[in-house]
């Protein structure tokens, strides 16, 4: 059974920075189309960032802020988020396309 294990989301003040990992298991990370997707309060639910092979793409509200990274040799999936902003809040999803869903990691900017 393929799990995604998220940590790394807080509160954090505007302009901050977040690192949010995602621990894969049973899947390579660098062999599967990997995604970070953010839900807030009464919204759906967005793509954020997505890694494939060598290729990264990013919705246009976190373009230059946010970048999208792993590490095989860890299995982790990392998403860098800098110069966070309120609207950045949200529950922060690790995706494995067509596999599985983590568990979500709380992301609060706030003053």
């Known amino acids: 059974q393929v799990q995604l294990v998220e940590s790394g989301g807080g509160l954090v003040q505007p302009g901050g920075s977040l690192r949010l990992s995602c621990v894969a298991s049973?899947?390579?990370?660098?062999?599967?189309?990997m995604s970070w997707y953010r839900q807030a309060p009464g919204k759906q639910r967005e793509l954020v960032a997505r890694?494939?092979?060598?290729?990264?793409n990013y919705t246009d509200a976190v373009k230059g802020r946010f970048t999208i990274s792993r590490d095989n040799g860890k299995n982790t999936v990392y998403l860098q988020m800098n110069s966070l902003k309120p609207e950045d809040t949200a529950v922060y999803y690790c995706?494995?396309?067509?596999?599985?869903w983590g568990q979500g990691t709380q992301v609060t900017v706030s003053s």
């Open positions: 995706n494995a396309l067509w596999r599985a």
């Open positions: 890694i494939a092979g060598g290729t990264t």
């Open positions: 049973t899947i390579r990370v660098e062999l599967n189309v």
